[in-house]
């Protein structure tokens, strides 16, 4: 039995959404598979929970659906998640307070590194966590964007140098599999020539829902982010920047030198959010009407031309230079690009040897459920001996 310990960071929507599933389908009590996933540790900014043998709330599916439940209802009246911190501090293990940097000290005095793999499901700059545990000859899987996308491409090139140490499929396309072609082209040779796609399932069904022309831009915010398909702060889906770092991940898998600052952003907003972007997360969702209009204007000419609008993010090579660049596009409905539908993303590549037909991969975009499936598939890549 190949068995894996993995400590969650991050017990939000997706951790808690990852932690169901792993309750639901890999749990070792359940003896479903060869490979279980056993959850021995559980983190937030409050404090963790460690427990060698594995957590209990592991073998209690239930008891996850109704904390995601109560956290759904809290988050929908505008308050946050509480319901899995809480069941935290009824642990005996639990410890009140203490940072990652203890949890890591904990495993590594247990002798647990090589046995233990931390499972970044925050969205906050944990880079040099990341670089720590990698260092120590640790491993990471990784949905939090941050350290591949925000750090130097030293670092960049630090924790991704080891594919059986480090997953972070699911910094991009939530898990498909662009990560993973992009990094074989790399490691073939194949030089990549150009990538195009829509990256960010967020900003894909925000535009299928104005398309559509029944809500409007504030609404259908508000709708997004109660359903949990937006950032924790919808204006990191709007700015762009998401998708940009996304791009930025994708740019230096294929081998190009780009960071962030790199990226030419139009965000979603025309002008970005200068009114705005002091506010509280509240307050920016109870004023962001004052774009309602001109964004409906927007969807509006380009229905009338029998288009829609996309945000699309691209690399294009010029004279050896990557020059990167995202914004909202025209497209025809039947293009590849504008017939998306939902939260569908799309990648399309371009490589010296699929030169003619392009390596294209559709997948379902953001999402709690989608996300946490692949976080564990990108725990499978990690894991040695896997049995079949
Ligand atoms: N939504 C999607 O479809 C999707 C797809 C791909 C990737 N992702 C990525 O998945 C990640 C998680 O998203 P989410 O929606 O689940 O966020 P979320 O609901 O805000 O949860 C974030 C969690 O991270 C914890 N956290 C923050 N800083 C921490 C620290 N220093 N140590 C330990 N825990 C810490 C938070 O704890 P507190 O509650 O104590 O602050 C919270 O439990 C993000 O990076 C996001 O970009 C999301």
């Known amino acids: ?28 009590g359940l003896g479903r598979h060869a490979n279980p996933t056993n959850i021995i540790g559980m983190a937030n900014q409050d404090g963790w929970v460690h427990t060698p043998g594995g957590i209990s709330i592991q073998n209690s599916p239930r008891l996850i659906s109704d904390i995601q439940a109560k956290d759904s209802g809290l988050v929908a009246e505008g308050k946050p998640r509480t319901a899995m911190k809480d069941w935290m501090r009824t642990q005996p293990e639990y410890k009140d307070g203490a940072n990652l940097g203890e949890l890591f000290e904990e495993i590594k005095r247990q002798g647990l590194i090589d046995d233990t793999v931390f499972v970044d499901l925050t969205a906050k700059d944990l880079t040099s966590f990341h670089g720590q545990v990698v260092e120590s000859g640790g491993k990471i899987v990784t949905a939090n964007k941050i350290p591949v996308a925000q750090s130097s491409l030293d670092i960049f090139k630090l924790l991704t140098k080891f594919r059986r140490r480090y997953g972070f499929s699911c910094s991009v396309m939530a898990g498909a599999g662009a990560v993973p072609f992009l990094r074989d082209a790399f490691d073939t040779n194949d030089t990549v020539e150009s990538i195009e796609g829509c990256f960010s399932g967020t900003l894909g069904k925000l535009c299928n829902l104005l398309h559509e022309g029944k809500i409007t831009f504030s609404d259908a915010i508000k709708q997004l982010k109660v359903d949990g398909d937006t950032e924790p ?15 930025v991940i994708l740019a230096r898998t294929a081998g190009y030198k780009v960071n962030l600052e790199d990226v030419e952003v139009e965000p979603f907003v025309p ?33 009338k031309e029998g288009k829609t609008l996309r945000y699309v993010a691209s690399l294009k090579v010029e004279d050896g230079k990557p020059i990167v660049k995202l914004g909202l596009r025209e497209e025809k409905l039947d293009s590849p690009l504008g ?13 010296a040897a699929y030169s003619k037909v392009p390596y294209e991969l559709s997948a379902p975009g953001s999402g709690a459920h989608i996300t946490a499936g692949n976080v564990r598939r990108d725990l499978l890549q990690l894991l040695p001996n896997r049995e079949m």
């Open 1 to 28: 039995m190949a068995q894996q310990n993995v400590i969650v960071m991050g017990t939000g929507n997706i951790g808690t959404e990852f932690m169901k599933q792993v309750a639901l389908n890999d749990a070792p």
């Open 233 to 247: 702060d919808p204006r990191d889906d709007l700015s762009g920047m998401d998708v940009a770092k996304k791009i």
């Open 271 to 303: 002008g970005g959010f200068r009114e705005l972007s002091t506010s509280s997360v509240n307050e920016f969702m109870a004023k962001a009407d004052i774009f309602d209009q001109e964004i409906a204007g927007k969807f509006a000419e380009a229905k």
């Open 339 to 351: 017939s998306l539908k939902g939260n569908g993303n799309k990648v399309v590549v371009y490589t």
